[in-house]
């Protein structure tokens, strides 16, 4: 098992930054592939990013890119991303999740690919 322990949202006017982390417990999280969801009410849970336990990344969403930058640090067991530029459609819970797959499966955008979950965090952008 592992737990999964989201911080770092709030609330920030449009144009601002904020750095959400994600702490782990439990077993080895370097061996887990990590991503971030984002859900609004009323619409299904939609991948922002991710990172594999190698480090490198193969996927942000393109309302994101060039904004979020999704980094790890093995040795503390964490997962950041750092949000730059913010926009009020940027506003939902943040969840993190983990695959200790590393994505094998190919299905990286499928939240059923990760069977580990934070319990989110809220985020929300002003205009």
């Known amino acids: 098992q592992v737990q999964l322990v989201e911080s770092g949202g709030g609330l920030v006017q449009a144009g601002g930054s904020l750095r959400l982390s994600c702490a782990a417990s439990?077993?080895?999280?370097?061996?887990?592939?990590v991503g971030w969801f984002r859900q609004v009410p009323g619409k299904e849970r939609e991948l922002v990013t991710l990172?594999?336990?190698?480090?490198?990344?193969?996927f942000y969403t393109a309302s994101v890119k060039g904004r979020f930058t999704i980094s790890r640090d093995n040795a503390k067991n964490m997962v950041f991303l750092q949000m730059d530029s913010l926009k009020p459609e940027d506003t939902a819970v943040y969840y993190c999740?983990?695959?200790?797959?590393?994505?094998?499966?190919?299905?990286?955008?499928?939240?059923?690919?990760?069977?580990?979950w934070g319990q989110g965090t809220q985020v929300t952008v002003s205009s």
């Open positions: 999740a983990a695959d200790p797959k590393d994505l094998l499966s190919g299905r990286y955008s499928s939240p059923q690919t990760y069977p580990y």
């Open positions: 439990g077993r080895t999280f370097s061996a887990f592939a």
């Open positions: 990172i594999r336990r190698s480090g490198t990344n193969t």
